[in-house]
C-alpha cells in the first residue's frame, strides 16, 4: 500500500466526473481536485515499473528532451536550425525537414506529419512551419548571419539565404528555450491593453492583424464557442481518432517518437503530473472528456483575453506562412514579458471540417459575429498570467530533421 497526500492548493484544477471503475488518471485527478483527502494506490510493483516506464519522477529527461538544452551551443546555420525545432506545431507534428547549404537553409514540409481531419486543408501545419522560420530568423541574427526569406509554393516551402554580419542578439532569442504552450490556469487578473498590444509586432509580415478579445461579453462568447467546438470535435468520430494518435502515454512512446502531446504539457502542478503519469494510459474517450472538462473549467475559466489572428486571404500559403511567423513572434515576446499563452484551435478546426464535409457552417458565422467585418480567424490563443510555469515538450534533434 502507498499512501499519497494529495495537494490542496488550486480550485481550478479539474474535478472531471468518471463513472468507471478503478484508478485511472481521470478518477485520480478528480480526486486530486477535491482536495484534503487522502489517494491510496495499491500495488507498488506495479507502481514502481510505471514511475519508470512514464519518467515520472523526472519530467523533461532523456534524449527527446535535450534539444531545449543545446540549441545555443550550436554553431552557424546547423545552430540555426537546432533553434527553429523549438518552435511550436500542431500537436507538437514538427511537419518539417530542413536542408542546409553553404549559406542557406531550405526549410520542407513533411506532409506525412499531419493531423488528418483536425486540420483537413493543411493550414495549421503551413502555420507550424511559419513558426520554425521565425525562430530560425531569430537565430541566424544572433549567429551573425544576415538572414534573407523568401516563400515559395510547393514542397519547399522557403529558401533562408545568409550572409555574414554583426551578431543581433534580441531578448526573442533569449527566450526561445523557455517558450511553452501553457495550459494551465491562468490567474484572475486582467493583461492591460498595451500590454496585449504591445505583444504584436507585424513587420514584414504583410495582411495580417490580431483582434484580442478581453471584454467580459465577447470573452465570454468565445469561451462558450470554444467549448462548444471540443465537444464538437469530440463528437466527431474521426477528428476524435486523429486528434488521439498524437497522443504519446508513456516515457517510452515520448523518447521513441520525440513528437507528440504528452501529460508533461498539459499545465498540471509537479505533484498532480507525478500523480497522473503513475495511473494507467487514459482511453481516446477519457481523453476527449478530459479535454472537454479542462475546456470549460480551465482553460476558457481562466483566459485573461484572447487573441485571434486574422486575414482576408485564409487559404494563401504565404498568409498562412507569415501567420505562423506572427504566431511564434507573439509567443515569444508574451514569454520576454512574463505573460503566458495557450494555442486554442479547435473553432478553426470545425470550420474547415464543416467546410470539406460540406456541412451547414455552424462555427464560421458564430466566429464572424466576434470579429471585424470581412475579417477571416486564422489561429486563437489565450494569454494571461500563469499560476505555474510549464515544462517543455519532445522534440527531434536538428539532426534527425536534417537532409
Ligand atoms: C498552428 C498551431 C496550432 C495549434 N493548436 C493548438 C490547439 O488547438 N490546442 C493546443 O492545446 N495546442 C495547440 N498548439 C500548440 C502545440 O500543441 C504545441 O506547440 C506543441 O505541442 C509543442 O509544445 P510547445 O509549444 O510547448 O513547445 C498549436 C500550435 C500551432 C503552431
Known amino acids: 500500500m502507498t499512501t499519497i497526500p494529495t495537494e490542496t492548493r488550486n480550485a481550478t484544477e479539474p474535478q472531471p466526473a468518471d463513472p468507471e471503475p478503478g484508478w ?7 480526486a486530486l481536485g477535491l482536495g484534503g483527502a487522502t489517494v491510496v494506490v495499491a500495488g507498488t510493483g506495479a507502481l514502481g515499473y510505471r514511475v519508470y516506464d512514464t519518467a515520472a519522477l523526472s519530467p523533461g529527461r532523456g534524449d527527446a528532451y535535450d534539444p531545449w538544452r543545446h ?39 513533411d506532409g506525412t506529419r499531419n493531423t488528418g481531419t483536425v486540420d483537413p486543408l493543411a493550414r ?42 554583426q551578431p543581433v542578439p534580441s531578448r526573442l532569442y533569449d527566450v526561445l528555450g523557455e517558450r511553452h504552450t501553457n495550459r494551465g490556469p491562468y490567474e484572475d487578473r486582467t493583461v492591460p491593453a498595451e500590454t496585449l498590444t504591445g505583444l504584436v509586432d507585424t513587420a514584414g509580415l504583410p495582411g ?22 471540443a465537444k464538437a470535435l469530440c463528437d466527431d468520430e474521426q477528428q476524435s481518432r486523429d486528434n488521439f494518435a498524437w497522443f504519446r502515454s508513456d516515457n517510452d512512446e515520448i523518447q521513441r517518437h ?48 484572447y487573441g485571434v489572428i486574422t486575414t482576408r486571404t485564409p487559404d494563401d500559403r504565404t498568409t498562412q506562412l507569415n501567420a505562423g511567423r506572427l504566431l511564434q513572434r507573439i509567443h515569444l515576446t508574451a514569454t520576454s514579458q512574463g505573460v503566458a499563452l495557450h494555442h486554442m484551435n479547435q473553432i478553426t478546426e470545425r470550420i474547415d471540417r464543416e467546410r470539406t464535409t460540406g456541412s451547414a457552417p455552424t462555427f464560421a458565422p458564430r466566429f464572424a459575429e466576434l470579429l471585424p467585418s470581412g475579417a477571416q480567424p486564422l489561429l486563437t490563443f489565450r494569454v494571461g498570467y500563469a499560476v505555474r510555469r510549464v515544462g517543455a515538450s519532445p522534440r527531434r534533434s536538428a539532426a534527425q530533421v536534417t537532409r
Do not use: Y
Not at 477519457?286 to 483575453?305: E, P
Open 208 to 229: 495580417l492583424a490580431v483582434h484580442w478579445i478581453a471584454d467580459p461579453t465577447p470573452r465570454a462568447a468565445l469561451g462558450r464557442l470554444l467549448v462548444d467546438a
Open 24 to 30: 485511472t488518471r481521470r478518477r485520480m485527478l478528480r
Open 124 to 165: 495549421e501545419q503551413h502555420m507550424g512551419i511559419g513558426c520554425a522560420i521565425e525562430n530560425l530568423v531569430l537565430a541566424c541574427r544572433a549567429r551573425g548571419l544576415r538572414p534573407t526569406v523568401t516563400l515559395l509554393p510547393g514542397e519547399r516551402l522557403a529558401e533562408i539565404v545568409v550572409t555574414a554580419d
Open 258 to 305: 520525440r513528437d507528440g502531446l504528452t501529460l508533461g504539457g498539459q499545465g498540471f502542478s509537479p505533484f498532480v503530473l507525478a500523480m497522473s503519469k503513475l495511473l494507467p494510459a487514459s482511453s481516446r474517450e477519457q481523453g476527449d472528456r478530459f479535454w472537454l472538462k479542462q475546456t470549460a473549467t480551465v482553460h476558457t475559466a481562466t483566459a485573461a483575453a
Open 71 to 109: 540549441w545555443r551551443d550550436t554553431p552557424g546555420l546547423l545552430g540555426a536550425v537546432a533553434s527553429a525545432v523549438l518552435a511550436a506545431s500542431p500537436h507538437n507534428t514538427q511537419p518539417w525537414v530542413f536542408g542546409i547549404r553553404d549559406q542557406a537553409v531550405d526549410v520542407f514540409l
